[in-house]
């Protein structure tokens, strides 16, 4: 196990990701406290580490609330030694036909949820010199595609930020990683359900071969903070991402095909 610290706070630790490493970390014997809005999912969580997980919830998307959930989290356990924010969305749908609501939400809970959440803790780890940071980025902020224009953007900003960041302190003891992983078994991916693009319908039919799962994504990302790395890409991501940077073209054929080049033209939606 990667975590040298006692306390660690996961966001979206109801399901998925954030389930899986609040598992990790409290089977090492850490004190986790676990975040998300899902209060069912939050005690299915807990049930299974009952000493050492606790749980709070919180709209991450709300920058007072995360300022007083990691003080209460202080308070309650002594001071946060790691952050994994997985917290997370993922809107569906054209983007001429999902709306400005939906964009703004998706934006709202996974960059700048990950902004606020990353705002909180930060001051008191530079001041101990101390603390891991794991952000949640996504392949789909590089390799870009219709239907998910919405989740895209968001998980470029978040990529974007999370790079910056780790160049910024890397003069400090910090310990911070970006995670750029494929499609996941988690969740996540059947919140899209009515809008779902045949792209992510051919996987989810398929998930057992085509998706990685949060216990790879897991010991992947202990792995790679322990060996320094600070921007991982399991799975195929670091080959889609090669390829997107060289043949920018090539790959949006590839997707519109995936996706049977369903786009908007003249006005109309074209299946």
């Known amino acids: 196990m990667a975590f040298h610290g006692k306390v660690a706070l996961v966001t979206g630790g109801g399901s998925g990701m954030g ?99 990353v705002s909180a803790v930060l001051p008191d780890m530079l001041a101990r010199n101390r603390g891991d940071i794991i952000l949640f980025g996504s392949m789909a902020g590089d390799v870009l595609t219709n239907h998910l224009g919405a989740y895209c953007a968001s998980k470029a900003a978040v990529n974007a930020y999370g790079e910056i960041l780790i160049h910024e302190l890397e003069r400090t003891d910090l310990r911070v990683l970006l995670v750029c992983p494929p499609m996941v078994n988690t969740p996540l991916v059947e919140q899209g359900a009515e809008t779902r693009p045949p792209s992510v319908q051919y996987a989810l039919e398929r998930r057992d071969s085509q998706m990685l799962t949060p216990e790879f994504m897991v010991q992947a990302i202990e792995q790679a903070i322990e060996k320094g790395v600070r921007i991982v890409r399991p799975g195929n991501a670091k080959v889609m991402v090669w390829l997107r940077r060289h043949f920018p073209g090539l790959v949006w054929k590839i997707i519109k095909l995936a996706n049977k080049d369903r786009s908007v033209g003249q006005g109309q939606t074209a299946a």
């Open 19 to 117: 389930r899986e490493s609040a598992w990790r970390l409290a089977a090492a014997g850490a004190t986790v406290a676990i975040v998300d809005m899902n209060e069912a999912g939050l005690d299915e969580t807990r049930a299974r580490y009952p000493e050492r997980i606790h749980c709070y919830r919180c709209d991450v998307r709300d920058v007072e609330r995360c300022a007083e959930l990691v003080e209460a989290v202080r308070k309650a356990h002594g001071p946060i030694d790691r952050l994994t924010h997985a917290a997370g969305v993922m809107p569906t749908g054209l983007l001429a036909e999902v709306g400005a609501e939906s964009i703004n939400r998706g934006m709202a809970i996974n960059y700048f949820g990950t902004v606020n959440m």
